[in-house]
């Protein structure tokens, strides 16, 4: 690299190794105090925040579940009126898909790509905070809404015209179509800063076949948002308009046509699946390689099923339509996709199966909660192929069928990997190990008693139990296995109970990490556990897929960036060949008042239009702030 002179010291290369050290952790350090909190644009600050958040919203939502289960375990229960649990089921699917499955996979990204590639921040590091600002005010809508009686009870997919203005009175709907808003924005503004990230802060010799798996399903899924996403953000904005103004997107009498919010809903909606799904396979691939002490089978067909995954995820959506009445060739050829859609799992599981048969598998805790993953998921696949069968289709839809099916491919295709992922990568964020005994306590408590209480939903939908009752009769054939799920349930709790006890314990008083306790080969764990401030003192040159394993001893590095500024290191986007020096944004609190300022504006739209006129004076403001030239020197070539 070249560049204007500089003072001889301010180079790393200039350093000796505590000197550079000291002057990086001064140059990329959090402000002290309160205000410097709240200021930081630290990846691995923001990301710890986000995983935490996304965690109490899970619990949120447990809570939500256990009442659903109490309520449905007997005949005719009362604990819950038909009002109430339209408002818990609705919260329930809302809070676990926006705000706990999505936001949680781009939290663990937004603490780990940078690392993986070799990276000192993510791209466009004030966005990530405003991110997750905006992301936790839409979760906060949404909870105190339900505090006030005012939570949405039209589902979480909120079909108009139940949603609409007709039927769908008050406010709940409306605060429903803000908060998808609330996360849209956060997640779309994660998916860019990732992308950007992936492509262009990735070390030196990083080619595009050196990319970990994960980081690989991080770029697909973050495309995946990106087409996705604005789907739902033109749904939900219609159907504000169609509430509060008085258009007419899904009014029939009017020219409108209420099939166009099932359309766009899950044009977003079905490859959201995968937008949760694809991060967890992604973790998968790399968690199993120290566990099963070989690389993964087949790192070419485990990165093409990715994206075959990502592309033919938006063939889909029309399956969730079956009984609407479209022509039969849409019918045939979204069967046709949807049963297509298992070949790119399938090759990923017979890697994953490969790699442990060829390999010398250490059954720790994380590959437990792997190998639970692929006997849930691969039950959940085989119903999804059922399902995607236009006549048995028409037989179970709407019953507890498809509730069993998607909870086995959502929390076995997705919580059971997220969970292996906490016990693997606790140690590189929190310097401390988590607990291998209740990691197994856990791990069997879960995994027993999630195939108790979901398995027989099968059953009760095949006996016809309808989904999104609050009661039902007590001569139906149902009360047996609705009192034996809901029984099952509570080992399932205990088992979630059981992980947050580990992990708080285990940061309380657990013991110290090295700073590679899995001999793990990706870049994460070539830094300290936890990692410094500045990520890597030098930024590491990639050789090969395994860079730790390849140079145990000691990494080969990049040198030339300057220690007294918060320098990147730019590179190709195919070789990953330096380009340029990249100045990264210094902490500001102007994410935050820009977050703040959108809140406001957002949730007073809720009850006058003129909100969004007025409201973005001061989103103006804070964006002026968050922009405005602090005299930082210009790039250096």
């Not at 990494?555 to 220690?563: M, N, Q, Y």
């Not at 990147?568 to 944004?585: G, Y």
Request: charged share 10%; proline share 7%.
């Amino acid at each position: 690299m070249s560049g204007p002179a500089t003072a001889p010291d301010a180079r790393d290369i200039e350093l000796e190794r505590s000197r550079l050290t000291s002057a990086l952790a001064e140059t990329w350090r959090t402000p002290s105090g309160f205000l410097g909190a709240l200021a930081t644009v630290d990846h691995k600050i923001i990301g710890r925040r986000y995983i935490f958040t996304a965690f109490i919203f899970l619990s949120l939502g447990g809570v939500l579940a256990a009442l659903m289960r109490i309520q449905l375990a007997q005949p005719e229960a009362r604990l819950l009126g038909p009002d109430r649990y339209n408002q818990i089921f609705t919260m329930h699917g809302a809070n676990m898909m926006f705000l706990f499955a999505v936001p949680v996979m781009e939290a663990v990204a937004v603490y780990l790509v940078p690392l993986m590639v070799g990276t000192r921040n993510i791209a466009f590091p004030r966005l990530n905070a405003f991110s997750y600002w905006i992301y936790l005010a839409g979760g906060m809508l949404l909870w105190i809404a339900f505090a006030l009686d005012m939570a949405p009870d039209v589902g979480w997919f909120a079909y108009v015209p139940l949603s609409g203005p007709q039927y769908g009175a008050g406010k709940r709907a409306d605060i429903w179509a803000q908060m998808i808003t609330f996360t849209e924005l956060s997640a779309l503004a994660v998916a860019v800063e990732l992308i950007v990230t992936i492509f262009k802060q990735r070390a030196p010799g990083m080619t595009l076949d050196r990319i970990p798996v994960f980081v690989w399903a991080m770029l697909v899924t973050s495309f995946l948002v990106i087409m996705a996403m604005p789907a739902i953000v033109v749904a939900s904005s219609s159907l504000i308009l169609d509430r509060l103004v008085g258009t007419h997107f899904y009014n029939p009498a009017e020219g409108g046509d209420v099939l166009l919010w099932q359309h766009l809903f899950w044009f977003f909606g079905h490859p959201e699946v995968y937008i949760i799904f694809l991060p967890a396979a992604g973790m998968v691939s790399t968690m199993i390689e120290p566990f099963a002490r070989r690389p993964a089978f087949g790192y070419l067909p485990l990165v093409m099923a990715l994206i075959a995954t990502g592309i033919l995820a938006f063939g889909l959506w029309v399956h969730h339509m079956f009984v609407v009445g479209l022509p039969r060739l849409g019918d045939s050829f979204f069967t046709a996709s949807s049963m297509a859609i298992a070949i790119p799992a399938s090759i990923q599981v017979f890697c994953w199966l490969a790699t442990l048969w060829d390999g010398k598998p250490v059954f720790k805790a994380p590959l437990l909660f792997i190998i639970g993953f692929i006997v849930t998921f691969v039950i959940g696949g085989l119903t999804g192929v059922m399902v995607a069968s236009v006549p048995f289709d028409t037989q179970v839809h709407d019953t507890y069928f498809v509730v069993a099916h998607f909870h086995y491919v959502l929390i076995g295709g997705a919580v059971f990997p997220l969970l292996g992922a906490i016990h693997y990568w606790f140690p590189k964020i929190t310097g401390k190990m988590m607990s291998e005994s209740l990691g197994r306590s856990s791990f069997w408590l879960i995994f027993i008693g999630f195939n108790a209480t979901f398995f027989p939903m099968h059953i009760l939908g095949l006996q016809g139990m309808p989904r999104r009752i609050y009661t039902y009769q007590p001569d139906l054939p149902w009360h047996g296995l609705n009192l034996f799920v809901s029984l099952s349930a509570i080992f399932l709790t205990i088992g979630f109970l059981l992980f947050f006890v580990n992990a708080i314990s285990s940061l309380r008083g657990g013991v110290t990490a090295s700073d590679n306790p899995w001999d793990a080969p990706t870049l994460e764990w070539a830094t300290t556990s936890p990692p410094p401030s500045y990520n890597f003192a030098l930024i590491p040159v990639v050789g090969g897929l395994h860079p730790v394993w390849e140079n145990r001893d000691t990494l080969s590095v990049a040198d030339g960036l300057r220690s007294d500024r918060r320098e990147l290191l730019v590179t190709s986007l195919a070789t990953s060949e330096p380009q340029v020096r990249e100045a990264s944004p210094q902490h500001s609190i102007w994410p935050l008042w820009a977050a703040l300022a959108t809140t406001v504006m957002l949730i007073w739209s809720i009850f006058s239009p003129w909100a969004v006129v007025w409201g973005s004076i001061p989103v103006a403001i804070a964006l002026i702030g968050w922009f405005w030239p602090k005299g930082t020197p210009e790039d250096e070539a």
